[in-house]
């Protein structure tokens, strides 16, 4: 098992720093940043997954695209099968930017968590 970094919406140098202080190689991306309002462009992902390779660091996962890309597929409604050309546009691009993981949610009114975290092993908390 790999050890990794998420939840970032954006690289920036502190970031990459801060992953490295850390002694982690992995890292990935939540919702990240990017230009679109339906679906994410190889130019844009190759230009992140430089950025983490000229850092000699390891993007290895998107986790959650905006959630209007997919929404109406989520619903069922009128031009969702645009949006399926668009998420699977997404998916290729991220293939060729060679980033190879996407995480996805499948609630169309956002990620919910419980209010109260349980005290786990060695007194981590979680839901």
């Known amino acids: 098992m790999r050890v990794g970094l998420g939840q970032f919406n954006e690289i920036t140098d502190d970031m990459l720093a801060f992953i490295k202080q850390l002694g982690v190689h992995d890292f990935l991306m ?20 430089k950025q ?54 499948w609630m169309p009114n956002s990620v919910w968590r419980t209010p109260e975290p349980a005290t786990l092993r060695g007194g981590a908390r979680a839901t």
């Open 30 to 49: 939540n919702t990240p940043r990017l230009p679109g309002d339906a679906r994410w462009e190889y130019e844009d992902l190759a230009a992140i997954k």
């Open 52 to 105: 983490a390779d000229d850092a000699d660091l390891h993007l290895m996962s998107l986790e959650n695209v905006p959630v209007p890309f997919y929404d109406k597929v989520m619903l069922g409604l009128p031009g969702r099968d645009e949006q399926i050309e668009h998420m699977s546009a997404t998916v290729r691009n991220m293939g060729k930017a060679g980033i190879p993981i996407l995480g996805y949610h």
